[in-house]
């Protein structure tokens, strides 16, 4: 690693690298909320709306920019090599199906993603079009419900 070094100015880099090392190895698991719990909601109960399927992203297209809600199956919850963001896969092929992504600024704020792997949720937000694909962006653990 860092050799120690007289020079306070390049201590300091050396110091400051091996943070972000440090802090680009934690995962959502653990910086996951202790407190905060996903929701649950019955697909008999009356309040419970009509959701896209996401596997329907023709329909998704169309929605961009509004806020509305979709139902999958999470196959994979994924964080790239960045560690910047945690994916919800709901297909095995990722190309097929939308996907919801929390940033990392807003880990803290939900339970453990992990948790959802093999869940059917509803996912509810603005769909954005991320380069060429559907999705919506997480940023408050309200947005996801457990469908029972």
Not at 10 to 33: N, R
Not at 52 to 57: E, G, R
Request: proline share 4%; charged share 25%.
């Amino acid at each position: 690693m860092c050799k120690l070094i007289k020079t306070s100015a390049l201590a300091v880099i050396c110091i400051a690298f091996l943070a972000l090392g440090t802090a680009a190895q934690e995962t959502q698991s653990q910086l996951a909320s202790k407190t905060a719990k996903f929701s649950t909601i019955a697909t008999t109960d009356p309040a419970f709306p009509p959701s896209l399927d996401a596997h329907d992203l023709k329909a998704a297209k169309q929605l961009v920019g509004m806020d509305e809600s979709f139902i999958g199956l999470v196959t994979k919850v994924f964080t790239p090599k960045s560690g910047a963001i945690v994916i919800l896969n709901f297909d095995k092929d990722y190309k097929t199906a939308l996907t919801a992504v929390i940033k990392r600024a807003d880990w803290a704020k939900f339970p453990d993603l992990t948790k959802l792997q093999a869940k059917r949720i509803r996912v509810s937000g603005k769909f954005v079009d991320f380069r060429g694909a559907t999705e919506i962006d997480l940023t408050d653990p309200g947005q996801i419900k457990i469908v029972e």
